[in-house]
């Protein structure tokens, strides 16, 4: 089931993010930022009512917004819930009045299949590097910039 973060979610949640941030996979981040950021989110519960997805839609600009920190715990893998958690996010969007949604990634053919397309890094609004700087990557992104018009 998908639905909102809750504050009881924010351990959580950067549990399962930063599980793949220790992996070079995601930004780390920290408590402070997922309590600042806990509207955000949205959270997959399993049948045993344990978190085992999370995605964000973090809105950037005027009609601009990314889906960020998607992680799908990796026993819960191949059962959809990243594309639901995805979609959650576009609906929200779409609902929000937001035109374009942008990402960074290293699995662009995931998301090719949501309708996202590549898109040069360039092309995105300079507020977005803000997170960048925090990478250990930074200057040197090995990410894919992809955006998806709505």
Same mark, same amino acid.
């Given at each position: ?18 599980? *793949?941030?220790?992996q070079g996979?995601?930004?780390p ?19 045993d ?14 009609a601009? =917004? ?5 992680a799908?715990?990796t026993?819960?893998? +191949?059962?959809?819930?990243g594309?639901q958690?995805? &979609? =959650?996010?576009? &609906?929200? =969007? ?7 949604v ?8 995931? *998301? &090719?299949?949501?309708? *996202? ?9 300079? +507020? ?11 200057p ?10 709505l």
């Amino acid at each position: 089931m998908i639905r909102r973060a809750t504050i009881a979610d924010a351990e959580h949640i950067q549990r399962l993010i930063n599980q *793949f941030a220790d992996q070079g996979r995601l930004l780390p981040r920290s408590l402070s930022e997922i309590y600042d950021n806990l509207r955000d989110f949205h959270v997959y519960e399993d049948k045993d009512r344990s978190i085992v997805g999370v995605c964000a839609l973090h809105i950037s600009w005027e009609a601009l =917004a990314e889906i960020r920190s998607l992680a799908v715990a990796t026993e819960a893998r +191949k059962n959809g819930i990243g594309a639901q958690l995805v &979609e =959650a996010c576009l &609906e929200e =969007a779409r609902q929000l009045g937001v035109t374009r949604v942008f990402l960074l990634t290293y699995i662009p053919p995931y *998301f &090719e299949r949501a309708g *996202f397309r590549p898109v040069d890094k360039s092309t995105l609004p300079h +507020k977005i590097w803000a997170d960048c700087i925090r990478c250990v990557k930074f200057p040197d992104c090995d990410e894919n910039a992809m955006i998806i018009d709505l």
